[in-house]
């Protein structure tokens, strides 16, 4: 398998995400993970290197793998993943909350990011993002009518990147993302759980058809304590 490293990798950071393997305890030696996952200990260090840079395991001579508290949520910030997608890969349990869908002409300059003329009809939906009881993140999705002529609540609970791939059959291929710490607005605060928190982290996303056509707008805002945001960045030669 290429890259086996990365299998391992994941594999054990999704038992680390899902509590199967618990702050404190030690991952199985070196060997045991050779014998477990029929490879090389080569592999199986590259593996630990990497759980260890992004902080899911320490390693301490004479003990080996220690794992460290990890309990905020890992959001991909290169990849362009639904909710309901990474809520199943961390094995949480989630529910989205439709506070509003409806379809408008564009306000507050939403036709400057969505780059469309003023008449164009857009789709607004606002949804809150419960995990573990807690309403941690709001989206606000704006999609240009005309390329999604129908959309509904059930549709918006769901997932809205399945039924614009599986029922309309759009290529929904790359985005451009913008990452900045903002204060909370009274919509955060209607609708997050905020705690005390005072600042809300938002990433702007600009997302393209397999045609780079621009259909969507969206801005995604998430309370700080519960998230950091990742990146694998792999260094080029010229």
């Given at each position: 398998?290429k890259?086996?490293?990365?299998?391992?990798?994941?594999?054990?950071?999704?038992?680390?995400?899902?509590?199967?393997?618990?702050?404190?305890?030690?991952?199985?030696?070196?060997?045991?993970?050779?014998?477990?996952?029929?490879?090389?200990?080569?592999?199986?260090r590259?593996?630990?290197?990497?759980?260890?840079?992004?902080?899911?395991?320490?390693?301490?001579?004479?003990?080996?793998?220690?794992?460290?508290?990890?309990?905020?949520?890992?959001?991909?910030?290169?990849?362009?993943?639904?909710?309901?997608?990474?809520?199943?890969?961390?094995?949480?349990?989630?529910?989205t909350?439709?506070?509003?869908?409806?379809?408008?002409?564009?306000?507050?300059?939403v036709?400057?990011?969505?780059?469309?003329?003023?008449?164009?009809?857009?789709?607004?939906?606002?949804?809150?993002?419960?995990?573990?009881?807690?309403?941690?993140i709001?989206?606000?999705?704006?999609?240009?009518?005309?390329?999604?002529?129908?959309?509904?609540?059930?549709?918006?609970?769901?997932?809205?990147?399945?039924?614009?791939?599986?029922?309309?059959?759009?290529?929904?291929?790359?985005?451009?993302?913008?990452?900045?710490?903002?204060?909370?607005?009274?919509?955060?605060?209607?609708?997050?759980?905020?705690?005390?928190?005072?600042?809300?982290?938002?990433?702007?996303?600009?997302?393209?058809l397999?045609?780079?056509?621009?259909?969507?707008?969206?801005?995604?805002?998430?309370?700080?304590?519960?998230?950091?945001?990742?990146?694998?960045?792999?260094?080029?030669?010229?």
């Amino acid at each position: 398998m290429k890259n086996k490293f990365l299998f391992i990798y994941n594999e054990l950071v999704r038992l680390i995400q899902q509590g199967k393997i618990h702050p404190g305890e030690t991952l199985p030696s070196e060997h045991d993970l050779c014998r477990q996952y029929d490879t090389s200990r080569e592999t199986v260090r590259k593996a630990l290197n990497l759980l260890a840079q992004n902080g899911y395991i320490q390693k301490v001579r004479g003990k080996g793998s220690v794992v460290l508290d990890h309990s905020k949520f890992e959001f991909p910030v290169s990849g362009l993943t639904s909710f309901k997608e990474l809520s199943n890969q961390l094995g949480q349990d989630f529910k989205t909350i439709v506070h509003e869908l409806s379809l408008g002409l564009p306000k507050g300059g939403v036709e400057k990011h969505l780059q469309c003329k003023p008449n164009q009809k857009l789709w607004k939906v606002v949804r809150s993002r419960e995990i573990g009881g807690e309403r941690i993140i709001l989206d606000k999705d704006f999609i240009r009518e005309d390329l999604v002529p129908e959309l509904s609540t059930s549709i918006a609970e769901e997932s809205l990147y399945s039924y614009i791939e599986g029922e309309l059959g759009l290529d929904i291929s790359f985005a451009k993302k913008e990452i900045v710490v903002e204060r909370v607005t009274e919509e955060d605060q209607e609708y997050l759980d905020l705690l005390d928190h005072e600042q809300v982290v938002v990433i702007r996303s600009y997302v393209y058809l397999a045609d780079a056509t621009l259909f969507q707008y969206t801005e995604s805002r998430h309370r700080p304590d519960k998230f950091q945001f990742v990146d694998f960045a792999r260094r080029t030669k010229a």
